[in-house]
């Protein structure tokens, strides 16, 4: 098992992260009160198996009835994100975009390739 982290989030998008692939719906029933913690696990653990990084939609669903028994439902959608560069970053940057020559603060072309830099 990879030592890389799995991010979790409740909403269907994590900041800074992109995402680039939807690998499907995950879902643990936990029938025997496991605890969040261990439910969890097993829910990265799944993500983690199927070439994920982060599941999103993350959702737990305590108590439901199925077939007389109350159990808790951890379900998420699998995902594979990439980094995004905060866009701050991209504007700091004293390196042309394109061709990555240093440039000037307020200079708008670049003087090497001429690629528009603001
Ligand atoms: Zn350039």
Redesign the pocket.
């Known amino acids: 098992m990879g030592g890389f982290q799995v991010i979790v989030s409740k909403t269907d998008y994590i900041p800074t992260k992109k995402i680039v692939e939807v690998l499907g719906e995950i879902k643990v029933k936990d029938y025997k009160d496991l605890g969040e913690g261990e439910s969890m696990q097993r829910l990265i653990r799944k993500a983690k198996t199927i070439g994920a990084d982060a599941i999103i939609n993350f959702s737990c669903r305590r108590g439901e009835i199925l077939w007389y028994d109350l159990i808790d439902i951890y379900t998420g959608l699998a995902v594979i994100t990439e980094d995004v560069i905060p866009i701050k970053q991209v504007l700091n940057t004293n390196f042309?975009w394109?061709?990555?020559?240093s440039i000037e603060k307020d200079q708008r072309y670049?003087r090497?390739?001429?690629?528009k830099l603001i």
């Open positions: 042309c394109n061709c990555g020559i670049c090497n390739c001429f690629a």
